[in-house]
């Protein structure tokens, strides 16, 4: 593979950053194993993550939760189609309901 193999996402990828230039910025993942999908990870915030599931009109039914580190970190994942380019998304945070339980 070459890397203008890579070039729908990367035009996807400069598409989403003029139509959504004041989101958060995410970490981008695009590699040739799946070189028609842009992964967009989100480490600070979940309210990042729900910018751009708003943004790109993600029904919030279709949002996934998962956990891991011990049911600790709350795992989001979303996703969404452009032409021919998946963007999941994906965000990592503390889980609230573990919180709640530290608390009680």
Do not use: C
Request: glycine share 4%; charged share 20%.
């Amino acid at each position: 593979m070459k890397l203008l193999d890579l070039s729908r996402p990367m035009a996807v990828l400069q598409e989403l950053g003029r139509e959504f230039p004041m989101l958060p910025a995410p970490h981008i993942d695009l590699n040739d194993i799946y070189p028609s999908q842009i992964r967009l990870a989100f480490h600070k915030s979940l309210g990042d993550f729900e910018a751009w599931r708003e943004a790109l009109s993600i029904d919030p039914a279709a949002v996934r939760q998962t956990t891991q580190s011990g049911d600790m970190t709350l795992v989001l994942h979303a996703s969404a189609t452009r032409g021919d380019v998946l963007i999941e998304l994906i965000a990592y945070g503390p889980n609230p309901a573990m919180l709640l339980q530290a608390v009680a």
